[in-house]
């Protein structure tokens, strides 16, 4: 066959764009016609303004879903074979009622991007960062990148922009790749603004309104003012929180340092990582116990410390991948890590071995006290990845087998997983694949 096609999903919603590309092997042809075997009913097809001479995957285009379920084909030809179109078949999912489901969902990912964001335009990144209220998990949050902070109250459904208020326009000015909720006030959320505004930005009011917390004796020598690499909140203590940076500490600091606040970021301290420590991007600082707190970054690995930061250890077999994996507490008190050589787990915090089998890039990461969940990520670069199906599951035992989880095809596995085990519905952050959920039972 002469031409690839690929598509950011194999699932979308009525209306929805999606980033189509085409790849022409072993011609020096590289032109290729498009057309729906549908007609116009199939929706349309169009050279993406975004994307139109994507070096490293040439021209991208954008596809418009009809505004009926089916399933409709695309058909493309290469200029040098016309003789050999390829059809490639595309569903048009009905959007989801809300948090009542029928027994025909169970087990099948839905799409619930937001139908007023359009992913095949700005940044690549889409839709990473989520959290859910802790009180009534029907609450969502999420951030698009460059677009702001968006919730919904009925598990998915349906969506609003919830950063309207004060500072509304410094939350869409980056990329939201970190975020956090206060257990004991679910009105109280952390997030940043990646690559737009540097700081911490801490919501009262369930996100409507915004400031930058960071006190000036952090951003006079954070780097880039505060460029936020993740923010980790206590479990045991919601007032306590450490930030890592997405850069290199300047001097008088060793290349890594963080921030720490034990009053809810009214008051900041900066802390030195280990002297051995080289500076990079995604340093993560996360909080496991009283005493027992976790370091991880693409450049140094995973080191824990059993003295809340006063000294650090290595642990040995971890690699950390650019975007760094999700952690889970199950309820044993077990710790579960993604990382690029796969899961690791730990009894106590302290001694941590890789699961066997468990894959590599492993980002998202959750548990509902039986069963583990996990999911490939990257690369996030647009379009992404071939398509692939990158969720997986096992029993939360450190001898379980994964076994891979039926999806559509995608070409960003899940960033971020999150679960609402009242429901029962399994979230996923895909980036530019937007986001989706998953009866379980």
Request: net charge negative; aromatic share 8%.
């Given at each position: 066959m002469a031409i690839e096609v690929e598509a950011t999903s194999s699932v979308v919603l009525p209306g929805q764009k999606i980033l189509l590309t085409a790849k022409v092997n072993g011609k020096a042809d590289e032109t290729v016609t498009w057309h729906l075997q549908e007609g116009s009913a199939g929706g349309s097809i169009a050279l993406s303004s975004t994307y139109p001479d994507a070096q490293h995957t040439g021209?991208?285009?954008?596809?418009?879903?009809?505004?009926?379920?089916?399933?409709?084909?695309?058909?493309?030809?290469?200029?040098?074979?016309?003789?050999?179109?390829?059809?490639?078949?595309?569903?048009?999912?009905?959007?989801?009622?809300?948090?009542?489901?029928?027994?025909?969902?169970?087990?099948?990912?839905?799409?619930?991007?937001?139908?007023?964001?359009?992913?095949?335009?700005?940044?690549?990144?889409?839709?990473?960062?989520?959290?859910?209220?802790?009180?009534?998990?029907?609450?969502?949050?999420?951030?698009?990148?460059?677009?702001?902070?968006?919730?919904?109250?009925?598990?998915?459904?349906?969506?609003?922009?919830?950063?309207?208020?004060?500072?509304?326009?410094?939350?869409?000015?980056?990329?939201?790749?970190?975020?956090?909720?206060?257990?004991?006030?679910?009105?109280?959320?952390?997030?940043?603004?990646?690559?737009?505004?540097?700081?911490?930005?801490?919501?009262?009011?369930?996100?409507?309104?915004?400031?930058?917390?960071?006190?000036?004796?952090?951003?006079?020598?954070?780097p880039y003012g505060g460029f936020i690499g993740a923010v980790s909140i206590d479990p045991d203590d919601a007032r306590h929180l450490l930030v890592g940076w997405h850069a290199?500490?300047?001097?008088?600091?060793?290349?890594?340092?963080?921030?720490?606040?034990?009053?809810?970021?009214?008051?900041?301290?900066?802390?030195?990582?280990?002297?051995?420590?080289?500076?990079?991007?995604?340093?993560?600082?996360?909080?496991l116990n009283a005493k027992t707190w976790i370091f991880s970054s693409e450049s140094n690995g995973l080191w824990r410390s059993v003295d809340r930061g006063a000294s650090w250890q290595r642990v040995l077999g971890a690699s950390i991948s650019h975007g760094v994996g999700q952690l889970y507490r199950s309820k044993d008190m077990e710790f579960y890590f993604g990382t690029a050589n796969g899961v690791m787990h730990s009894a106590d915090g302290a001694n941590w071995t890789t699961l066997p089998n468990s894959g590599n890039l492993i980002m998202g990461l959750i548990g509902d006290g039986k069963t583990l969940y996990i999911s490939r990520a990257y690369p996030s670069y647009s379009p992404g990845a071939a398509p692939y199906r990158p969720y997986f599951f096992a029993a939360e035992d450190p001898s379980a087998e994964f076994s891979a989880m039926d999806s559509p095809l995608m070409r960003n596995g899940g960033a971020e997983l999150h679960l609402d085990a009242t429901r029962h519905f399994l979230y996923s952050t895909n980036l530019n694949a937007g986001l989706w959920r998953v009866k379980l039972k």
């Open positions: 021209p991208q285009w954008v596809y418009t879903a009809p505004n009926t379920g089916g399933t409709y084909h695309i058909v493309s030809t290469a200029r040098a074979d016309p003789e050999h179109p390829v059809s490639t078949a595309l569903v048009v999912q009905e959007p989801v009622a809300g948090c009542a489901t029928n027994s025909s969902e169970t087990g099948v990912w839905k799409n619930i991007t937001p139908s007023q964001v359009d992913l095949t335009t700005g940044d690549f990144f889409g839709m990473q960062a989520m959290a859910l209220d802790p009180t009534d998990p029907s609450t969502v949050y999420v951030g698009r990148a460059m677009g702001g902070i968006y919730k919904s109250t009925d598990c998915g459904a349906s969506w609003v922009k919830i950063s309207t208020g004060r500072n509304a326009e410094a939350m869409s000015s980056g990329r939201s790749w970190t975020m956090v909720i206060d257990p004991s006030n679910p009105k109280v959320i952390y997030t940043n603004q990646g690559y737009g505004q540097s700081g911490l930005f801490k919501s009262t009011n369930g996100g409507v309104d915004w400031d930058q917390i960071l006190t000036p004796n952090i951003t006079s020598v954070a290199e500490c300047p001097p008088p600091h060793p290349k890594v340092c963080y921030a720490e606040t034990t009053d809810g970021g009214d008051s900041w301290k900066m802390r030195d990582g280990d002297a051995s420590w080289q500076g990079s991007e995604g340093t993560r600082f996360q909080v």
